[in-house]
């Protein structure tokens, strides 16, 4: 157990470079068509299916753990938010909409926001659901490090690399731009701009075709709930469940278990969110030292680094034999970086209980 002190100190690491700035129009209407079409022509797996092999992994990324004893599952973690790549490796996947990856004026906010000299697009995606509980209560989205990338790398890893504020020298400037097209009245998106600990901010609903500048890497966040109680549990929801577009329907929505429609959707159900993110460079000579690989971690150099810090505050950790994917040391890491989950969550989108 981490002494209220040490728990401060894990907060204060966790603040982006700015605050983040809210966007409005971000999309043209032919844009956002686009963009919706190119996810109605494909199957999408669940969020959580793509990610995490086990709870640990998943626990990993969150701001805050469980009480001693307790033994989560990833069925508690379970809701119908699906995900797709829009693009990834600076590369657009889908011709039709390179427009919106390849995107000036949003390297211009990455660049301004960081006031930096170069940005270069890394990846674009999207989360879908219709309506939708939020067992999550903040997180942060993977950082990247030279040489210990969210590519190539266990997101649990990354995440606690972030948390830990013993790689800054090597972290990778990110900057998202991040959007969201819903009708809920209610649903927004809340953040803690100054750390987990201190007090939250919110981007008030409805949010429809608006947006902020972010660094999601080293702000704890979080998606709210949407859309009526009653549906956002479809029955029969499973780590197999796929999210399409409904055959010659262009504003329906199916989500299948097997060969089972348990969820149908209109447009208008959704909650679409389009996350566009760029690497940023301060300079010509931190943009050569990212691309060269001349200053790069190894994982060897990580785990090092890791286990002497734990140890060096008096909390005992073994050295695992096979450290990526070793349950035991992936829960000790974690409790080691771990603040205890946000302080504060506003009183219009209070935090749903993980667990009964």
Request: hydrophobic letters at 35%; one cysteine or more.
């Amino acid at each position: 157990m981490l002494t209220d002190a040490q728990k401060r100190h894990l907060s204060k690491i966790l603040q982006p470079v700015s605050p983040p700035r809210e966007l409005h129009n971000v999309y043209t209407e032919d844009q956002r068509r686009r963009l919706l079409d190119v996810v109605h022509s494909g199957a999408w797996k669940l969020i959580i299916a793509q990610h995490f092999p086990n709870a640990e992994a998943l626990i990993a990324t969150f701001a805050g753990g469980f009480p001693e004893g307790f033994e989560p599952t990833l069925d508690m973690f379970l809701t119908p938010t699906f995900r797709g790549f829009y693009g990834n490796y600076s590369t657009c996947m889908f011709p039709e909409i390179q427009d919106t990856f390849y995107n000036p004026t949003f390297l211009e906010y990455a660049k301004s926001y960081w006031n930096a000299d170069y940005a270069k697009p890394q990846m674009m995606l999207f989360n879908v659901n219709g309506p939708c509980g939020n067992k999550d209560p903040g997180h942060l989205d993977s950082p990247s490090f030279r040489g210990v990338r969210y590519e190539n790398s266990p997101t649990w890893l990354c995440s606690i690399m972030g948390r830990s504020g013993l790689f800054q020298d090597y972290l990778i400037k990110m900057a998202q731009v991040i959007t969201w097209f819903s009708h809920d009245a209610n649903s927004g998106f809340t953040y803690w701009p100054k750390g987990p600990l201190e007090k939250p901010a919110r981007l008030q609903p409805p949010v429809y075709n608006r947006g902020v500048v972010v660094q999601n890497e080293m702000l704890v966040h979080r998606g709210e709930a949407n859309g009526p109680l009653e549906r956002q549990n479809p029955k029969g929801l499973g780590f197999d469940s796929l999210f399409s577009g409904e055959p010659g329907n262009p504003d329906g929505w199916l989500v299948k278990t097997g060969d089972q429609v348990i969820e149908r959707y209109h447009t208008d159900d959704l909650r679409f969110l389009v996350h566009w993110s760029a690497e940023v460079f301060e300079d010509y000579a931190e943009l050569k030292k990212n691309m060269d690989g001349s200053d790069n971690l190894t994982y060897d150099q990580v785990f090092d680094t890791l286990i002497k810090d734990v140890r060096s505050r008096g909390i005992q950790i073994e050295t695992p034999t096979d450290p990526l994917n070793d349950p035991a040391f992936i829960k000790a890491l974690n409790d080691a970086y771990d603040y205890g989950g946000p302080a504060e969550y506003p009183a219009e989108a209070p935090r749903e209980l993980v667990a009964a």
